[in-house]
């Protein structure tokens, strides 16, 4: 079955450290994106990749970055000057299909908790 | 920045009532589309309506789109208990393949 898969589920980090969330798809998709998400609120954008080898920022883009060397894989590194990462982190990917519809396909998350 | 505010926050029904969600945008829209979130996990896509479009169907949803007043209504009619879930809208702002979320509505469906 196509889909994306993030790892881990959950994490946990003590304050001063870097992590690295990865995400995988195996859709095929050109464009892949890292949202954020806090308690009862939307998704805000991280960065996004729309080919390999390209990355944007996205809104909050500030103490994170990303890297994108294959179709398939786009890990977000979350670094100690994020002053706040507890957060529910999604990826998501989708395809160009030509018409700007860019339907997002979404990983289950990965659940970062800072002690 | 958010593109899309949900209305109401949180909405909380019997079973087989009908619930509707509103969402309005601020900027011009190609597309709006809907997503559903079970608690702790990822999105999943429910519908698209094109600015082009008024109505789509699909299903039990019915969405409208209402680009002079840039806002746009999902109904979920005959509500299930498994309908319980978070429901955003997101349309694209700014740059190509950039979709902006609104900050949801938490329906509860109560057998």
């Known amino acids: 079955d196509g889909g994306i898969t993030q790892s881990p589920k959950y994490l946990f980090r003590k304050e001063g450290q870097n992590v690295t969330l990865s995400c995988e798809q195996n859709?095929?998709?050109?464009?892949m994106y890292w949202y954020r998400q806090d308690p009862g609120q939307g998704l805000r954008l991280i960065y996004y990749?729309?080919?390999?080898?390209?990355?944007q920022k996205g809104d909050i883009a500030e103490g994170y970055s990303v890297s994108r060397e294959k179709k398939e894989s786009f890990p977000l590194t979350v670094t100690s000057a994020q002053k706040n990462p507890t957060a529910f982190y999604l990826c998501?990917?989708?395809?160009?299909?030509?018409?700007?519809?860019?339907?997002?396909?979404f990983g289950a998350g990965s659940r970062l908790t800072v002690l | 920045s958010q593109q899309g505010e949900e209305d109401p926050q949180a909405l909380s029904i019997q079973e087989g009532e009908n619930a509707t969600m509103n969402c309005s945008y601020k900027?011009?829209?190609?597309?709006l589309q809907w997503y559903r979130q079970n608690s702790g996990r990822g999105l999943v896509h429910l519908i698209l309506?094109?600015?082009?479009?008024r109505e789509k169907h699909s299903g039990r949803l019915r969405v409208t789109l209402d680009t002079s007043k840039k806002s746009s209504s999902l109904l979920i009619t005959a509500s299930r208990a498994a309908d319980t879930a978070s429901y955003f809208c997101?349309?694209?702002?700014?740059?190509?393949?950039?979709?902006?979320f609104g900050a949801g509505t938490r329906l509860a469906v109560h057998p």
């Open positions: 998501a990917s989708s395809h160009d299909n030509g018409t700007g519809a860019n339907v997002l396909t």
């Open positions: 859709l095929n998709h050109d464009a």
């Open positions: 990749s729309q080919i390999v080898n390209d990355f």
């Open positions: 900027t011009s829209i190609n597309n």
């Open positions: 309506i094109r600015s082009n479009e």
């Open positions: 997101a349309s694209r702002a700014g740059g190509y393949n950039k979709l902006i």
